[in-house]
Structure formats: C-alpha cells, structure tokens
T-cell receptor
Framework: GAVVSQHPSRVICKSGTSVKIECRSL??????MFWYRQFPKKSLMLMAT?????????EQGVEKDKFLINHASLTLSTLTVTSAHPEDSSFYIC????????????FGEGSRLTVL | EDKVVQSPLSLVVHEGDTVTLNCSYE??????LLWYKQEKKAPTFLFML????IEKKSGRLSSILDKKELFSILNITATQTGDSAVYLC?????????FGQGTRLTINP
C-alpha cells in the first residue's frame, strides 16, 4: 500500500512554544490530507481537511489560529500547534488519500505531543 | 451530522474464540465503510466495503456491510493474542472519514 511518513514521532515542548508536525506521502501524490487527534483510549477526531494549494477546512470546534495547517505541495502537509499548552498534549495522526472516491486513507505513524 | 457507533466498546475473550464487532452509521452521501486495526500507533487498514451483502475476507478476518440497515460487522475467528487491539470502524461520506469510538478487543491466552 501507499506510504505516509509523519515526523516527529514524539515531541516534548514547553508551554508557550510552537511545534510543527510534518506529513509526507512518499510514493504517491495526495491532493487531500487529513489531520486527526486522538486522546488516550478514545477514537480519532478529525481536526481538518487539508487541500493542496488552498486553505484547510477545519471541523467545528477546532481553532484554526491554534492549529495551523499548510499543504504547500502534493506530498507535504504540516500541522503547527501554536503557543502550545498542556491541554494540547495528544496523539496527532495525519492521513492521505491516494485518489479515488472511496475513502481509503493511508495513515502516518502518528506524533505524540507532550506539552510541559 | 454523520455518526458512527461501535459496539461493544470493550471485549475480552479467550484465545480460540470467535468474535463479532458491530458498527452502525448514520450518514449522508455514503460512499464506503472501512475497518482499521490500531495497536500502539496509527491505524492499519483492514477492509473497505462499498456494496451490501458481499463478504470480504482476509485470513481469519471477514467483514460485511448492510446498507439497508446501515451497519457492518467484523468477524474474527480462532482469535489469537496478536489480535488484541482497538478496532475502528469509519464511514466515508462527505469527502471525509468519520470514525466510531472503537472496540477494544483483548484476547487472553
């Protein structure tokens, strides 16, 4: 299957700093990428849909100024958590569609963010 | 708003047992239903279902979709300890994937 790489896999930062997470599709072009957040023992919550060359579409309740998403190329999307606070600590997962209209997504390995 | 509900939320069985995981959905513009297995990190893809009544199989795992009743089941036969994981059901509707809460399956030796 298609490969999606996410980096870093783990990051620890101080409160008030910003953290950038990268999501790359390695062997296919992804016009659309999705960012999810997962709390411990909970399911994946869609944060935003990222489309190459245009502004991301955020889900209700997700602060777009807090979670900056950039999809500058067909193989790279980034999520920046700005002015991180301890409540932003979570597991962030990106996924990408290889095309088609059936919803099969390929997931990155996830990034565990801990804000101290 | 699209909604996916899984049951049970948690299940503990003995190795060798057969389990059935349930997923019901309420969506607009349904396109497909997907099953994923999540262990420690990101989910791994199991099945994608688009048509009613056609069973998909992969080894000891199988899944089927009922579009009339809006549900899907995932069966695992002869379970092994390596099957312990969270199983996620997701629906693809309005160009996004909506996940259920997941079923945490634990297989005891």
């Amino acid at each position: 299957g298609a490969v999606v790489s996410q980096h870093p896999s783990r990051v620890i930062c101080k409160s008030g700093t910003s953290v950038k997470i990268e999501c790359r599709s390695l062997d296919f072009q992804a016009t659309t990428m999705f960012w999810y957040r997962q709390f411990p023992k909970k399911s994946l919550m869609l944060m935003a849909t990222s489309n190459e060359g245009s502004k991301a579409t955020y889900e209700q309740g997700v602060e777009k100024d807090k979670f900056l998403i950039n999809h500058a190329s067909l193989t790279l999307s980034t999520l920046t958590v700005t002015s991180a606070h301890p409540e932003d600590s979570s597991f962030y997962i990106c996924s990408a569609s290889a095309g088609g209209n059936t919803g099969e997504l390929f997931f990155g390995e996830g990034s565990r963010l801990t804000v101290l | 708003e699209d909604k996916v509900v899984q049951s049970p939320l948690s299940l503990v069985v003995h190795e060798g047992d057969t389990v059935t995981l349930n997923c019901s959905y309420e969506v607009t513009n349904f396109r497909s239903l997907l099953w994923y297995k999540q262990e420690k990190k990101a989910p791994t893809f199991l099945f994608m279902l688009t048509s009613s009544g056609i069973e998909k199989k992969s080894g000891r795992l199988s899944s089927i979709l009922d579009k009339k009743e809006l549900f899907s089941i995932l069966n695992i036969t002869a379970t092994q300890t390596g099957d312990s994981a969270v199983y996620l059901c997701a629906e693809y509707g309005a160009q996004k994937l909506v996940f259920g809460q997941g079923t945490r399956l634990t297989i005891n030796p």
